[in-house]
Nanobody
């Protein structure tokens, strides 16, 4: 099994920045893809960004491309999401997810492990 713990959420004004962290532990050797999703009450969980752990390839939703950056620290077994130029519409609970599948998927049902979520609130 894999355990994921997110941190770094908080309240920030529009135009500001935050960096989220997702620390992975357990049987991470079987995990190939790390992904960030976000969810607003009443809406479906939305794909944000993904990282292929082995190859380092990154993928972004169009809504965050150019503003968000996903990265990794192999020594710390941690994935980060740096969020710049934040907008009020970025307000959501952000979740870290891991998958043992070989390719990146944007559907939440394709992921095996989830963190508890961290709240990001962007004020106007």
């Amino acid at each position: 099994q894999v355990q994921l713990v997110e941190s770094g959420g908080g309240l920030v004004q529009a135009g500001g920045s935050l960096r989220l962290s997702c620390a992975a532990s357990g049987r991470t050797f079987s995990t190939y893809v790390m992904t960030w999703f976000r969810q607003v009450p009443g809406k479906e969980r939305e794909f944000v960004a993904a990282l292929n752990w082995s190859g380092g390839n990154t993928y972004y939703a169009d809504s965050v491309k150019g503003r968000f950056t996903i990265s990794r620290d192999n020594a710390k077994n941690t994935v980060y999401l740096r969020m710049n130029s934040l907008k009020p519409e970025d307000t959501a609970v952000y979740y870290c997810a891991a998958s043992s599948r070989l390719v990146v998927h944007t559907r939440p049902s394709e992921y095996d492990y989830w963190g508890q979520g961290t709240q990001v609130t962007v004020s106007s």
